[in-house]
């Protein structure tokens, strides 16, 4: 049975990823400031490995891994950021890793994942087919598994980030993160309750993927609905793990609109002249639509990442 | 009669508009050192006021004016960053500018400047409309013309952007610059040759705009011919002065292709994530295409702006 990361596994989470990860910038805009009344630290993890957060979450569980079950090799089932950091992670390992993706996935990422020397193997585009794919190759092969949110090194892993812009900022007051599976919010706010007993801690989520909202408030994990938001990042539902982080150690889910969302990625490349990605503007936005009051405070936000297509904007 | 700016003059400049513009970053990318064989420092003028390096030379030429002048007014033509530069340094000094625009000027270009407190005089699209517009207002105001690159003052702005990347990193074997009107190369070549004896200062220009490298090579000033390069920044002709500069300091001017500044802006941003303008791209093509030899060389690169219409890509 797996137990929520404590501070002291994020801790020796960061010692342990900190020769292969980014020391990402913590970036600031006037502009920003002016627009929320507060003062604003954007740590950008979009600089991060495979340009996003993931790289430490998938990081870390890989180079925790014994060396023979590495040797056996590492599977994931994603589309999105978790396969190119776990591929990438799995090579600087020197262990063989093979990502099951669905056979519609854009090719871009099938290239960014192969570029990085993993296998893909293709299935159909339901969960179902991709869990079933997996769950052979690691009957027949032995290797470990490396869920993208639900567990606990990647969760420590994700944390890491938090605990880096403390380092810059020590006295913020309050911490904002999206929410998708959780494991980002999950190791933020475990990692940030035990650096500040005053933080409040936020967890960003699109209007139309509320369900870390609506779970938050009903106390059990309800499904993601819909599956059209822009912040393709934030699809997913809660986990166990995640959930239980969430409901311990959160302070609020906010939801944002669709047409923020998308008003705010462009902020955010026109003021300060870097690339975000959707699901990267959602807490952007709950503090430009003032969800928040920032008067007078210091707010951190995770910038999660800046991998988009360039072809299709949502703008 | 100007004559150009020394290192002195480079050098006073660095200092005087040290509190009003940003130290920008000097970013470095695993992907460009390994296309390229060589160690490339990107100096990130993207990240400066008003989003483009033009704010060190406004900024300059504008603080050095006498009180009793600047209180007459500040003057210039342009719809380019050199606008936006003029309108925030004027404003930060406490003075009236007046920017001369074509009537046809992007909406959001006029709307930058006006933001910046500027009082805007719309005109005919023609280089004789704009210059006679503003003279009618100098005559009438006795403002004070900055002009965008023939200026000493303006020259000696634009140098200090490679000032402080010597500063980041001493040992710089190549210098690479964009050449519009040849205030950038013209302030850069004249601080790098007095800092490095050995190094080889290269200006980069569109194919579709190579006035710098006829003039260059023929020995007087050559006008551009065309003006439908993506490098929207880089379809002017050079001054006398910015032309003196680059046959004195200046190694080469090499060319490139449309095709690759598209090609190379759209790396730019999805390999580091941050947003440059095409104009900003024609450097990197010059190592992208190899027409130099970084191999075991430290290259520096001047990013010039990130300021880009994202309803208009050039993709």
Redesign the interface.
């Known amino acids: 049975m797996s137990i929520l990361p404590t501070f002291q596994n994020i801790a020796q989470a960061a010692e342990r990823i900190k020769p292969f990860v980014h020391r990402t910038?913590v970036l600031r805009s006037s502009w920003f400031d002016r627009q929320t009344g507060g003062e604003v630290f954007f740590k950008c993890e979009?600089?991060q490995k495979v340009?996003a957060f993931k790289f430490r979450g998938a990081c870390n569980a890989i180079l925790k891994l014994p060396k023979e079950d590495g040797d056996k090799g590492i599977i994931t089932h994603s589309s999105g950021n978790h396969a190119q950091a776990v591929a990438l992670a799995s090579k600087l390992c020197g262990y063989k890793a093979t990502i099951v993706m669905p056979e519609n996935a854009p090719k871009v990422k099938v290239a960014a994942v192969r570029g990085y020397g993993a296998e893909i193997v293709f299935c159909k585009s339901t969960i179902d087919a991709r869990e079933e794919t997996a769950q052979k190759i690691i009957d027949k092969t032995g290797a470990t598994f490396i869920h993208p949110y639900n567990h606990p090194d990647v969760i420590a892993g994700q944390g890491t980030a938090v605990v880096e812009l403390f380092d810059e900022v020590p006295d913020l007051d309050i911490i904002l993160a999206p929410v998708g599976g959780g494991g980002l919010i999950s190791g933020t706010a475990i990692a940030a309750r035990h650096i500040s007993t005053g933080i409040k801690v936020f967890g960003a989520e699109p209007e139309w993927a509320d369900d870390a909202f609506r779970s938050f408030h009903s106390g059990k994990i309800e499904p993601v609905l819909r599956t059209d938001t822009a912040a393709d990042g934030l699809r997913t539902s809660l986990g166990t793990l995640t959930f239980e982080a969430i409901q311990k150690f959160v302070d609020d889910i906010i939801t944002v609109p669709e047409s923020s969302i998308i008003r705010d990625m462009?902020h955010v490349?026109?003021r300060?002249?870097?690339?975000i990605e959707p699901s990267c503007s959602v807490p952007v936005s709950v503090i430009m639509d003032r969800n928040i009051d920032l008067s007078g405070k210091k707010a951190g936000i995770i910038l999660t990442g800046?991998n988009v297509d360039?072809?299709h904007?949502p703008?």
């Open positions: 910038p979009n600089f340009g462009r490349w026109e300060m002249k870097i690339i800046g360039f072809d904007l703008w």
